[in-house]
């Protein structure tokens, strides 16, 4: 009775003191030290509440102050009772902030990022966060561990899939897309806190291995990797998630130059900083000593949460008595996460986040599943499509083969921490659908996901579908595509290839999916491979035998339907590349942004060339380049203008689409800087344009940079425009692309 009373007058207080920090210190002043360690302790709740059990370590931490904040459980109910002893039985009341791995969607699944980021279509991007915190913020989540932002140019790594490509300039635009889309300004019960992640430079793990080595240069740093993350702080990111790796040889954890002189005191970071899991934990693996002398390098880095390790809340009282940390930097960390849960509003309705009303109409809600079906074609990249084989026509025989043909659970990739599959269509029933009776439609599996020698290499991967005998399923494959008209092979990668922990040494189609479809290709039927995967894969034998080809990544919940949209016509192929897709394994680490070298052979050149900078045996360049993508039309691009107004330069080209269909094109705008003091790469994207054209239609299309878009970064992280020539370059791709050389003075 008296703690509800409290309350009460807590959610009052906080009503009248809204956006006033005051009412964050007049709380830290009634609590203890251990009130306030209990703050920075973020623990997973997964399966702590069954039924009307709450676990007793966790019911304790809660009821005692011991957790600052749960994540990872899925349920409202769960989350409310879990909600309701932190308010009613903790002595100040103070709520938990409760986060999720809302990476692209709760239960509506959008494409993995990675794909979402080939629709190059920020509007739509935002639109998908948006639409992740409106399901996410009814059933208790008030926090999203995203957006991921790590530039990743090593396709082994399987977290790829959750990043946005190679570049930084787009992931960067991607990132604070997401944010705004996450959380507006805090003003709606719908909008929930991001966190930024993972900072910084965990894609550069060495060999594209999880977890591996990072060393770079602060040059690399500040321009290739970092301007993601800055992004995401301009945008106003609330919290930001620190990384497993090392940066310049300290745990980036543990990295005080990183979390406070440019996290905090360059970019003006105002948020919480949390570990990712267990990172304090891991540093004795590192090297660095045990976990009391970790959390202590941490706080005093500028770490505010630990998720997991448990070093904040078991060493940190200590390390105060024995004057290793000091009351002033627990505070700090305490205010941070006290001044989140009020920004989120928690403070005056812990329960903000747990709307059984909203929970009904929003989750899975048809106008979401619209927006993932629209933003899901958007994202699938057409990279050949041989005497217009796509559209299909709906007639005749259509066979549907592959692994990925009959499954449910696969098709939204990694981190669907939340996805419901029994409500998802697999392919072979969207087609079905989508055929209406009006052609006949014959579906198999026909191979393994892997063959038997390959797990053995390695590991079984993919279990969720099933293990069939391959000489039987060959056979009824080629049966059956000797009935059809076509055939559709739904092959690749299935979800768990990517995501955490799954990286690949190989990036070719895996044994047994090879083989099948090398004897479908010898039927002489047309052939289209849909390409599932979470990252480049070798598509080098494919791209010359196969008739089509069309990456499909993961792409979320209404996939199978929006696959049919592309197949049959009802919408054309806007996708582009955000990646660079690779000829051989060997070529990695590939993208389209690097440096010349003294001995430079262009991505364009066929032969190979002796004392230069290429390999004997596969050409530099991608298979299929960065900003690559075809569509049911083709777009020409002539007559280039540049002009130069004070501090900016604008591109402008006449752009026109010469086949018979509508369709959407992204015009892109590269530069390259031609004398620097530091080296600067070929090409670097600075401005895009995504636009519709109908048949026949020309627009010129004018994209405008300024002096930011035409600076670098030195090794401070400082800003520097350096005079003198510049080629401006635009075109449809990283590769295809028009020039004109200008002097900036
Ligand atoms: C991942 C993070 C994730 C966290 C919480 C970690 O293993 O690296 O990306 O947010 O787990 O689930």
Not at 655 to 666: I, L, P, R
Request: charged share 20%; net charge neutral.
């Amino acid at each position: 009775m008296i703690r509800l009373f409290l309350l009460a007058i807590s959610i009052c207080t906080a009503t009248q003191l809204y956006a006033n920090i005051p009412y964050v210190e007049k709380l830290m002043s009634k609590m203890t030290i251990d009130e306030k360690i209990g703050q920075l302790n973020l623990m997973p709740a997964g399966n702590i509440v069954t039924g009307e059990k709450i676990e007793s370590k966790t019911a304790d931490d809660i009821a005692s102050g011991r957790l600052g904040g749960i994540f990872n459980i899925k349920g409202r109910e769960k989350i409310e009772k879990l909600q309701k002893l932190a308010v009613e039985k903790s002595r100040l009341g103070i709520p938990l902030i409760v986060g999720m791995d809302i990476i692209h969607g709760y239960e509506t699944i959008f494409p993995i990022p990675l794909a979402l980021s080939c629709s190059w279509n920020l509007e739509g991007i935002e639109k998908s966060a948006r639409i992740a915190a409106e399901e996410a913020s009814c059933v208790g989540i008030g926090w999203t561990f995203s957006p991921m932002v790590d530039i990743c140019v090593d396709a082994r790594w399987g977290r790829m899939a959750e990043g946005n490509g190679e570049d930084p300039y787009l992931g960067g635009l991607i990132g604070a897309a997401m944010v705004r889309g996450y959380q507006g300004n805090f003003s709606k019960p719908t909008e929930i806190m991001a966190c930024m992640k993972h900072f910084a430079l965990y894609g550069a793990v060495e060999g594209g291995r999880d977890y591996n080595t990072v060393d770079m240069s602060r040059v690399r740093m500040f321009n290739q990797y970092l301007p993601p993350y800055k992004a995401c702080v301009e945008a106003g990111a609330g919290s930001v998630m620190s990384s497993f790796n090392l940066v310049d040889g300290q745990h980036a954890t543990a990295n005080r130059w990183l979390l406070t002189d440019v996290l905090r005191k360059q970019w003006n970071f105002n948020g919480f900083v949390v570990t990712d899991y267990g990172s304090i934990f891991e540093m004795q693996s590192h090297g660095f000593g045990p976990i009391d002398k970790n959390s202590v390098k941490a706080l005093k880095a500028g770490t505010d949460m630990d998720m997991c390790s448990q070093g904040f809340i078991n060493c940190l009282k200590t390390a105060l008595e024995k004057g290793e940390v000091s009351l002033h930097e627990i505070d700090q960390a305490c205010r941070r996460v006290l001044e989140a849960k009020y920004k989120l509003g928690l403070f005056d309705n812990p329960y903000k986040f747990c709307d059984a009303r909203r929970e009904k109409e929003v989750v899975y809600s048809a106008a979401n599943r619209k927006v993932a079906r629209d933003l899901a074609a958007e994202s699938f990249v057409l990279l050949k499509n041989n005497q217009n084989l796509l559209p299909l026509k709906k007639q005749g025989t259509i066979a549907l083969i592959g692994p990925l043909s009959q499954t449910r659970n696969n098709l939204t990739g990694t981190w669907s921490v939340a996805q419901n599959p029994e409500r998802y269509e697999t392919l072979e029933e969207g087609l079905k659908k989508a055929l209406k009776g009006r052609a006949n439609l014959l579906c198999t599996q026909g191979c393994n996901l892997m063959s038997d020698a390959e797990i053995q290499k390695g590991a079984e991967f993919g279990k969720t579908i099933n293990r069939i005998d391959p000489a039987k399923g060959k056979a009824e494959a080629l049966k059956i595509a000797s009935q059809a008209d076509v055939v559709i092979c739904a092959m690749g990668e299935c979800a768990d290839f990517s995501g955490e922990s799954s990286s690949r040494a190989d990036l070719n189609l895996p044994d047994e999916q090879l083989s099948l479809l090398q004897a479908l290709v010898e039927t002489g039927k047309p052939v289209v491979l849909l390409n599932f995967s979470g990252r480049p894969t070798v598509l080098d034998w494919e791209s010359k035998h196969v008739d089509a080809i069309m990456n499909v990544w993961f792409g979320g919940s209404e996939m199978a339907g929006a696959v049919c949209d592309i197949l049959f016509g009802d919408k054309s192929p806007s996708g582009r590349l955000t990646v660079s897709l690779p000829r051989a394994n060997g070529q990695q680490p590939l993208y389209y942004n690097h440096l010349n070298t003294g001995r430079p052979v262009s991505d364009s050149e066929t032969q190979y060339r002796k004392y230069a900078s290429n390999y004997i045996d596969v050409r530099n360049g991608a298979l299929y380049p960065f900003g690559y993508g075809l569509s049911y039309t083709t777009f020409s691009y002539d007559n280039l203008r540049v002009s130069v107004h004070n501090d900016s330069v604008t591109a402008t080209v006449k752009v026109t689409n010469t086949g018979a269909c509508g369709s959407y094109e992204v015009v892109q705008l590269y530069i390259h800087d031609v004398y620097a003091t530091i080296a600067r790469p070929v090409c670097e994207l600075k401005g895009f344009q995504r636009i519709y054209l109908k048949p026949g239609e020309s627009r010129d299309v004018s994209i405008k940079i300024g002096r930011q878009e035409l600076s670098y970064y030195n090794s401070d992280g400082d800003l520097i425009f350096e005079p003198g020539e510049f080629d401006i370059m635009i075109g449809k791709n990283s590769r295809d692309l028009m020039t004109k050389r200008i002097v900036l003075n």
